[in-house]
């Protein structure tokens, strides 16, 4: 069975700051890895995805995230925060066994203090 | 525009009461799902359908139906819905499993 763990309901940091949000998963085989996010009332935006290739993925708004294998993380990053960035954030895995069982995280909500 | 689309956008309805939310998509997209969202619990998988007439269990498919008749449409049934369903639902579509997802606005349901 895949999952995912976000070990961090909420993330507080202030504007102008790096910011991380951390994600964990377990698949068999190659996993395909996403994150998206959740403005209120909205549903869900795609950031960005690791599929293969290079371990650090550049998205969409300034984020990037890191896939590491040895630690079955991908982490979700940004070096400077803004208030805008202040959202519900899933991360999200896709494995082996035929499309297209994909399960989430419980989310994290990012908090950017001005 | 793409777009998925959901419909109603909020519905309350009582328990046993059959409903019905419409998806659909204009992106010519194989893939479609559906999940409900819950506080602390995430985005959990209702039904998936990778094309026509093909649809499989998620995680949670229990008191849901779906159907695929056309690419474009995947509705969700809830034939006798309980309170335990009260949830905020999407609905998302995609070329694949490679991919990232399209997601709809989402349906409020409350069942009372």
């Known amino acids: 069975a895949q999952s995912v763990a976000q070990p961090e309901d909420q993330v507080n940091v202030a504007e102008g700051n790096p910011l991380t949000v951390k994600c964990t998963y377990s698949?068999?085989?190659?996993?395909?890895l996403f994150w998206y996010v959740q403005y209120p009332n909205r549903g869900l935006q795609f950031l960005l995805k690791?599929?293969?290739?290079?371990?650090l993925v550049k998205g969409s708004y300034g984020f990037e995230a890191e896939f590491n294998k040895s630690q079955t993380s991908f982490h979700l990053k940004k070096p400077s925060a803004l208030v805008s960035d202040s959202a519900l954030y899933f991360c999200a895995v896709s494995g082996l066994g035929g499309y297209q069982k994909v399960t989430f995280g419980t989310g994290t909500k990012l908090q950017v203090i001005p | 525009e793409a777009q998925v689309t959901q419909n109603p956008r909020y519905l309350i309805t009582v328990t046993g009461k059959k409903l019905t939310v419409t998806c659909s998509q204009n992106?010519?997209?194989?893939?479609m799902s559906w999940y409900r969202q819950d506080p602390g619990l995430g985005l959990r998988q209702i039904y998936y359908s990778m094309n026509v007439e093909v649809t499989d269990k998620g995680d949670v498919p229990e008191g849901y139906k779906v159907s695929r008749k056309e690419k474009r449409n995947f509705p969700l049934i809830l034939e006798s819905p309980s309170p335990n369903q009260t949830s905020l639902y999407f609905c998302?579509?995609?070329?694949?499993?490679?991919?990232?997802?399209?997601f709809g606005q989402g349906t409020r349901l409350t069942v009372v």
């Open positions: 690791y599929i293969t290739g290079d371990n």
């Open positions: 992106m010519n997209h194989e893939y």
């Open positions: 698949v068999s085989g190659n996993p395909y």
């Open positions: 998302a579509s995609s070329t694949g499993k490679r991919t990232e997802a399209f």
